[in-house]
């Protein structure tokens, strides 16, 4: 499956219109591609500043999100790469604290392109490639990537010595690639996720991480005991207590923070392993009072986002309407807590590779009204996915213009993709 970039400068369409004919090689292709690719431009991800490398199932684009608003308290200039985008493809590159303009988007795509000729070559990883080279061309005092999926043969994993790789909360996603079959990898789901996210780890290096359970715990341990890497897991060498503040501990004291102005309770623990991961590492200084305004001010769309005024909006009036990307589980989980007790209309769009009960189950009994759209430009489960509730609406709009004059907010749900074309339709500011 494709990422279906557009863009309305002809300049960046004519490169991504290059980019969308690329072979996409099934299955995991490990990371010689990417260095081949790098190697030809001159290897600019050795000449970036210090990387804050994050992985994991769920909150890793949150995480990067409040180590970027941290380390830009602190008055320091931040290139940052995330994954997917969900408007423009000029999202997944952000320079300096400025989204990448699209003059230099199409002049780097070009470039990359051009060099990558008789690679076996992915989307992703001309992507990565264009984010490391504009890094290594302006100046910066740190990095923030996100992996795009697992970790151990991501092409964002070619970064030797990060400042610290952080790793996220631990799910069952995307099983196709990081649960296939392979001989010497764990057996039990958990483990094998955590197994493919430890790949990050690099010797020396700093490795922050949430709690998880036993197996998964031991996985982590393994690999960072392998490569001599300096381990620090919640509940053994740091904590956070959330509650009306953030309180933080590790053997070097304890902050009292706030809690983010991102909406759901599970943002506090993202923050604070972004937190962790600034404590326990030594090449970029960051003050407690820059982590409190970052905390504060961090920024993630789509996550569970209320929508302001905009043309959809008008399709629903008195009522409020909240958007959220996640498709697993733990995304269910997540939702449901910031919904407790309230009964809303659920908008749902999966793409085909996801549990379609992985939202509904979670909101059991709070759902008033359950409507299926498609995913635009994606393969997605029918309406008959979602159960005998479900009701087919065309595209969004005729899904808000079909709700009743109840005043219930309603929660459009289940995909990143759709995420980014309610933004687009809403016209959400993103940059």
């Known amino acids: 499956m494709r990422d279906f970039a557009t863009s309305d400068s002809p300049a960046v369409q004519a ?19 990417i260095c081949e690719l790098l190697a030809r431009l001159g290897n600019p991800d050795h000449d970036i500043p210090p990387v804050f490398h994050v992985a994991g199932t769920n909150g890793k684009g949150s995480v990067c999100a409040f180590l970027c608003a941290m380390l830009e308290a602190e008055g320091l200039s931040v290139h940052v790469t995330t994954s997917p985008h969900l408007v423009r493809y000029n999202e997944r590159i952000r320079i300096a604290g400025t989204l990448i303009s699209d003059a230099l988007l199409a002049a780097t795509l070009e470039e990359v392109i051009d060099v990558s000729q008789g690679l076996d070559i992915s989307f992703f990883e001309i992507t990565i490639a264009s984010a490391f080279l504009t890094f290594s061309r302006t100046p910066a005092d740190a990095c923030v990537i996100e992996t795009g999926l697992g970790g151990r043969f991501d092409a964002t994993n070619v970064i030797a010595h990060p400042a610290a790789c952080g790793i996220t909360a631990l799910g069952i996603d995307h099983e196709r690639f990081l649960l296939a079959p392979e001989e010497g990898t764990p057996g039990e789901p958990l483990a094998r996720i955590a197994f493919e996210k430890a790949g990050i780890i690099k010797p020396d290096c700093p490795i922050v991480t949430q709690s998880y359970p036993t197996g998964a715990e031991l996985e982590i341990k393994r690999a960072a005991r392998a490569a001599g890497a300096p ?13 009306a503040q953030i309180q933080y501990s590790d053997r070097r004291g304890a902050l009292t923070l706030p809690l983010p102005t991102l909406p759901g309770r599970h943002q506090a623990q993202n923050a604070a392993l972004a937190v962790a991961m600034l404590t326990h590492q030594d090449l970029v200084g960051v003050s407690s009072e820059a982590m409190a305004t970052g905390i504060r001010s961090a920024r993630w769309p789509a996550r569970l986002q209320l929508l302001g005024d905009g043309p959809l909006t008008a399709l629903a009036p008195r009522r409020k309407v909240w958007l959220d990307g996640g498709h697993n589980p733990d995304a269910g989980t997540a939702i449901a807590q910031h919904f407790a007790g309230q009964r809303l209309h659920l908008v749902i769009g999966m793409l085909a590779n996801k549990a379609p009960d992985a939202i509904t189950s979670a909101l059991e009994g709070q759902i008033a009204s359950l409507q299926a759209v498609p995913v635009p430009n994606h393969d997605h489960h029918q309406t008959s996915a979602f159960g005998p509730r479900a009701v087919s609406a065309a595209d969004i709009p005729a899904a808000l213009h079909a709700l ?14 759709l995420a980014g074309d309610v933004l687009r339709r809403n016209r959400e500011r993103l940059d």
């Not at 381990?231 to 509650?243: E, F, S, V, Y």
């Not at 009743?404 to 993709?417: E, H």
């Open 404 to 417: 009743p004059n109840d005043g219930l907010p309603v929660l459009i749900a289940g995909s990143l993709y």
């Open 15 to 33: 490169q991504l219109d290059r980019l969308a004919a690329l072979s996409l090689p099934e299955g995991r292709i490990g990371l010689e591609t």
């Open 231 to 243: 381990l620090h897991m919640r509940g053994h060498d740091w904590d956070a207590k959330i509650g």
